[in-house]
């Protein structure tokens, strides 16, 4: 599963997701059949116009595990986010800025996909495990294969009047031709954004684009992000 994404507060950002299982040949409405898995290294990929998402601090940037040029191993080096987002209230990038330090500093917080905690939207994105999507009439049920996460998408519904907070929001949806439009409201302000631990308000607006690509081998996920208390500029077009 891959994807991207960031706002007025406006942040836009975009993803892919890969298929873990061959999905279904694509037709009018897309199917979203079989199992997807991320493949944009737990980063955002920003948009090639608007507001960027947080990404490294360019001094300390993150290495996931792997090898390096000579061949050894190599560790995961500290999510460190670029807290000089022109983009960020105040009390945003003195958050990230915080986080960052603190990893430096070995004090790290656990995140939720290590301790299988809700992680709210778009971070569920991140998450390294299998994703599925149930497609019914009136509703797609979005499952993450790593602990309880599930969200329902209600198709063809407008959103509640007064939805109560929650992790995960509340889904309204509708297909485009061959995209999937999810619009989530209603999030509380217990989650973050992404591993660099940017967080959000109540007032968090997020709407996700799903289209299939590669001849249905791949999900593009193409999002932006709203909050007004979090960020400076306004919905990017």
Known sequence: M??????????????VL?????????TKTPDFGGAWQSAHDRKFIPAATGPSPIMDDPAHPHQARGRGA????????????DYR?????????????????DDMAGHSRPTAEA???PAGVPGIMNFFEPVYFLQRAGEVTILYQRGPNIRHVYLDKPH?????PS???????????????????GFNDKSVLDNYRTPHSDALHVIERYRLTDGGKGIQVDFTI????????????
């Open 160 to 164: 509640s009047a007064h939805p109560a």
């Open 18 to 26: 890969v298929s873990a299982v061959p999905a279904s040949s694509q």
């Open 226 to 237: 709203d909050d007004p208390k979090a960020f400076k500029i306004g919905r990017a077009h």
């Open 85 to 101: 987002n022109p983009n960020l209230r105040p009390w945003v990038a003195d958050a990230v800025k915080k986080s960052g330090d």
């Open 167 to 185: 992790w995960y929001g509340e889904s309204v949806g509708h297909y485009e031709g061959d995209t999937l439009v999810v619009d989530t409201i």
């Open 2 to 15: 891959r994807k991207t994404w960031l706002t007025g507060g406006v942040i836009l950002v975009s993803s």
């Open 70 to 81: 000579n061949g050894q191993d190599t560790g995961t080096t500290p999510w460190v986010g």
């Open 115 to 117: 301790t299988c905690y």
